[in-house]
């Protein structure tokens, strides 16, 4: 029998639980995470820590676990913060612009960007007074 590639471990305090995952998370394992994280729900767990310490791989469905997770934590009038990501899963988070889901990872800690180039610079704003640019030609508005 294959071992499983992921294993989740729940430590409950009053209305707070950590759950500590290990192994890889991927297509077939994110339903565990999910699961993981609903069951914290049902059982009245509002405040859920996710340490991602021993992760060694996420792909999107992971991330796609934890939205889904963040959002119905949400509702419910709680929070779900993810502590110490797999470089994986915070490229994906910077990509895709959900480090609200992280804790503790100040803004310039976040890895540089893929290749050895660094990212351009974002084209300024044009002034407030410069008037509109024609958007098709002819300028047909």
């Known amino acids: 029998m294959p071992l499983p590639q992921l294993t989740a471990h729940r430590h409950d305090q009053r209305k707070q639980a950590l759950i500590t995952l290990s192994g890889e ?18 059982d009245g767990i509002r405040t859920i820590d996710v340490d991602l310490t ?25 929070t779900l913060r993810l502590h110490h990501p797999p470089t994986t899963l915070v490229r994906i988070l910077d990509l895709t612009d959900c480090g ?13 960007p893929l290749g050895d180039t660094p990212a351009p610079p974002l084209p300024a704003l044009p002034h407030p007074s410069a008037p509109p640019a024609p958007v098709l030609p002819g300028d047909v508005r």
Not at 54 to 78: E, I, K, M, N, W
Request: aromatic share 6%; charged share 15%.
């Open 25 to 42: 998370i991927d297509l077939e394992s994110a339903p565990l995470v999910r699961e993981s994280l609903e069951r914290c729900l049902r």
């Open 54 to 78: 021993p992760v060694t791989f996420c792909d999107c469905s992971g991330l796609s676990a934890f939205l889904h997770a963040a959002q119905q934590t949400t509702v419910a009038g709680g």
């Open 100 to 112: 609200f889901l992280l804790v503790g990872l100040p803004l310039d800690h976040l890895p540089p």
